[in-house]
């Protein structure tokens, strides 16, 4: 992930409480000159931890909401400013998703049609990543009001629990805000996406759009030289909800026969089932953090029956789910 993605948090934690900018840097081992390296690259891991830290150490829980508006121009770098110089909230938005990759190689996000009502569109996260499911709404409704002034999505759908100020939600997204939602999605009306940006610029988007193209591509050929394990978790990511999760799609995923992925893995001292289970135990972790029910982490996981992860889960932790709940919830 790009440590670009720190860069609000250490801003509001800059403006926050003394010290509290200097711990997050030394419980995560991030670093300003890190931060302000464009091409440096961080764990997933370390990102969740700033998260956790900044909402702690700021004393705010609504971070996640609020610390859109006030992050700073510039912040995501040229991702920000493809999007900026696009002629329309739709066409941003398609940029955004088309080139989310270059910030974050966890999170997978679509815009799909509703599939009840023609005129709505949906911004949906397929894949979570360690950065709350608010605060990637929220940038995208806040960054709309202030290049397109007014905006609003039709609702707001979150894979979650509710946090304890369901109300301030519905008063950020100004739309009705659903908690405990089968998917993650920003719903928003077509004619809303037809609204044009006051940054738009027609001269400078291709310049862009044509950079935007080289950073995706050299991302694209590191990963193609990652290790197999790594592009295995990767192609993971993108199929474990289908049902689709195993070695035989995996290996159509990456262009190899289903011998030569398990061939590779083996050289790497590893297995698809175990690079599988490592990434469904990671996963299942943080969905069961964020609190969502038995039910929904075994979809979103791939398993057949809430039963076969309740095994699963036990044999890789020692626990069942039920018991990583409260302890997630007594940390």
């Not at 200097?22 to 890190?34: M, V």
């Not at 939602?181 to 988007?205: E, N, Y």
């Amino acid at each position: 992930m790009s440590a670009l993605l720190v860069r609000p948090l250490a801003f509001a934690l800059g403006c926050g409480p003394p010290g509290a900018l200097d711990a997050l840097y030394a419980a995560t081992g991030l670093t300003p000159d890190l931060l302000a390296d464009p091409d440096a690259r961080i764990a997933p891991a370390q990102l969740r931890r700033a998260w956790d830290l900044a909402i702690e150490l700021s004393g705010n829980p609504l971070l996640a909401l609020e610390l859109s508006a006030a992050t700073p121009p510039g912040a995501f770098g040229v991702v920000e400013y493809v999007v900026r110089s696009a002629a329309t909230i739709g066409e941003a938005l398609e940029l955004g998703v088309r080139y989310l990759h270059i910030l974050d190689e966890v999170i997978h996000a679509a815009l799909v049609d509703d599939e009840d009502d023609p005129e709505l569109v949906c911004l949906e996260l397929l894949v979570d990543g360690p950065i709350p499911r608010e605060a990637c709404f929220a940038v995208v409704v806040a960054h709309a009001r202030i290049l397109a002034g007014e905006f609003r999505p039709a609702r707001v759908e979150l894979a979650h629990r509710p946090d304890p100020d369901p109300a301030a939600y519905a008063r950020f997204f100004g739309a009705p805000v659903t908690f405990d939602a089968p998917r993650t999605r920003l719903v928003m009306t077509r004619g809303s996406l037809a609204a044009p940006l006051v940054t738009a610029d027609p001269t400078l988007l291709p310049v862009l759009v044509r950079h935007a193209d080289e950073l995706l591509a050299r991302r694209a050929a590191l990963a193609g030289h990652a290790p197999v394990s790594a592009q295995v978790r990767d192609a993971l990511c993108a199929l474990l909800r289908t049902g689709r999760a195993d070695a035989e799609h995996v290996a159509a995923h990456l262009g190899v026969t289903p011998r030569s992925l398990q061939r590779r893995l083996k050289d790497e001292g590893t297995t698809f089932v175990a690079v599988r289970d490592e990434l469904r135990r990671e996963l299942a972790l943080g969905y069961l953090d964020d609190q969502l029910s038995i039910a929904e982490v075994s979809f979103l996981l791939g398993f057949s029956e809430a039963s076969a992860f309740f095994r699963a889960f036990k044999r890789w932790t020692g626990m069942t789910p039920a018991e990583a709940q409260r302890r997630a919830t007594a940390a």
